[in-house]
């Protein structure tokens, strides 16, 4: 469904990624792990389409893509939860989901309503503006935005950072749910490492840009992977 293959990237004359490979087939959730600093958000950053790779192949439900942008990737049914949410403080929170319909042909703009069966306080705060909300309802809300143009891909970066353990657990089980279906590809970006350990199939590794550990959950025992995270955490 979407797979990176050698990607580089600059910023001006900083290398920030160095070969990195990683890949989501329908039904899977591949994690991206690793320390601050790591490249992990760079990384979301190319998929998304957010920042132009200086190198490297990124292909999309297998057609090869060459520079495209956030908009185009969103049309094209990739749905970003970006670090730190992200969301219009001024808007309402229907207004914010509503933000997320433009790449959407016009008979499509419409917020279905598994958004809010996943997400229940989103309907019942519906008039109430972003900012008004908590972290953790704000995380929410950040999350159903990404998921109101249908994705194929799922790209979410740290969607646990900062918020309290119930609303980490729904998150785990609207992203559990979503793999179930089998019909999306998530790559998701995370430091909680039980979180990532539940739903994860594919596991990436990164240290200064690179991955340096991967594969499939089936390929690679938790306490190894636990292990070499922790030692870059102490390193």
Not at 21 to 27: R, V
Not at 177 to 190: C, N, S
Not at 197 to 224: H, I
Request: hydrophobic fraction near 40%; charge should be neutral; glycine fraction near 14%.
């Amino acid at each position: 469904m979407i797979e990176a293959e050698n990607i580089t990237l600059h910023y001006g004359g900083s290398q920030i990624l160095h070969g990195v490979s990683i890949g989501a087939a329908p039904g899977e959730v591949a994690c991206v792990m690793g320390n601050n600093g790591a490249g992990k958000t760079s990384l979301m950053s190319v998929l998304a389409g957010r920042h132009p790779r200086s190198g490297g192949e990124l292909r999309l439900m297998g057609e090869r893509l060459g520079r495209v942008t956030a908009q185009e990737m969103a049309r094209r049914g990739v749905g970003y939860v970006p670090q730190g949410r992200a969301i219009f403080p001024m808007l309402t929170v229907r207004e914010n989901l509503e933000t997320g319909l433009g790449c959407l042909p016009s008979g499509q703009r419409r917020i279905p309503d598994e958004i809010y069966d996943s997400f229940p306080v989103l309907a019942q705060m519906a008039q109430r503006r972003g900012g008004d909300l908590s972290g953790g309802q704000q995380q929410q809300l950040a999350v159903a935005r990404a998921l109101v143009i249908r994705p194929r891909v799922l790209l979410m970066d740290e969607p646990t950072e900062g918020i309290q353990p119930n609303i980490i657990a729904q998150i785990g089980r609207v992203i559990a749910a979503l793999r179930d279906a089998g019909q999306m590809a998530i790559v998701l970006v995370e430091q909680y490492f039980d979180f990532a350990w539940d739903l994860g199939d594919r596991f990436a590794l990164m240290e200064r840009g690179q991955v340096v550990l991967g594969g499939k959950r089936s390929n690679l025992a938790r306490d190894d992977l636990h292990g070499r995270l922790a030692g870059l955490a102490g390193s």
